[in-house]
């Protein structure tokens, strides 16, 4: 799946943030992109389930922000309804009717690893879990308090973490909520700049290795006597 993320004006961006995230209920109540998921506290992405390294830094892009609704019927999608940063908000008693288990909350975001072993991983996380939703939503909040304080640097970096607990009802056992730890805010700019820095040094890495072949002459193999 191929996502573009379009820049725009801040503040359009936290009024944007603050109207969809008001107008859908709570969920307590109802370039190229690699699925990542986060089961029992573990985050991973791709086909292959690739685990997320400790020391990975992800930087959240708050225009790829979108939510809406999924209906799941026993594991397998029915359907799924999402909006864009800056769309008109969803509303579900539009929606059609479904089997299984119902229209619930589904979240995503789009996230970009800038430090550790994952650096350069480009994944989307989206959710409808009641702990996955929560997390994105905190995320949103300290994005929106963070604009309205210093509106140049909006974009968190974040740590992917988790916590648990154990249910009331043991038949479910340990729930583990994926967390989103902010250990920094950075402006959209400054990171595209240093990913422009380090596609230039590539670029003459791979120039400087073509120029190396062609000024050393090809080895001339002997043929051998008959």
Same mark, same amino acid.
Request: glycine share 10%; aromatic share 10%.
């Given at each position: 799946m191929t996502t573009n993320i379009v820049p725009m004006n801040v503040q359009s961006v936290l009024g944007a943030l603050a109207v969809i995230e008001a107008s859908t209920p709570d969920a307590n109540q109802g370039g190229q992109f690699q699925y990542m998921k986060c089961a029992k506290g573990v985050f991973t992405y791709g086909i292959n $389930?690739?685990?997320?390294?400790? +020391?990975?830094?992800?930087?959240?892009?708050?225009?790829?922000?979108?939510?809406?609704?999924?209906?799941? $019927?026993?594991?397998?999608?029915? +359907?799924?309804?999402?909006?864009?940063?800056?769309?008109?908000?969803i509303d579900k008693t539009t929606l059609p009717e479904v089997s299984g288990d119902g229209w619930q909350v589904q979240k995503s975001i789009a996230l970009l690893c800038i430090e550790g072993d994952d650096k350069g991983v480009q994944a989307i996380f989206k959710t409808s879990s009641t702990g996955g939703t929560r997390g994105i939503a905190e995320l949103v909040s300290a994005i929106i308090v963070q604009g309205r304080q210093d509106p140049e640097n909006t974009c968190p970096i974040v740590e992917l973490t988790s916590t648990s607990y154990e249910h009331k009802n043991k038949s479910y056992g340990t729930i583990y909520n994926p967390v989103f730890t902010v250990v920094d805010f950075t402006s959209s700019e400054a990171r595209t700049a240093d990913e422009a820095d380090e596609a230039d040094e590539a670029d003459e890495a791979d120039e400087a290795d073509e120029a190396a072949a062609v000024e050393k002459p090809a080895k001339r193999t002997r043929r051998p006597r008959s």
């Open positions: $389930n690739q685990v997320v390294s400790e +020391d990975s830094l992800w930087a959240v892009e708050p225009v790829s922000y979108s939510q809406g609704f999924v209906a799941w $019927n026993e594991g397998e999608l029915v +359907d799924e309804h999402m909006v864009s940063l800056g769309g008109v908000p």
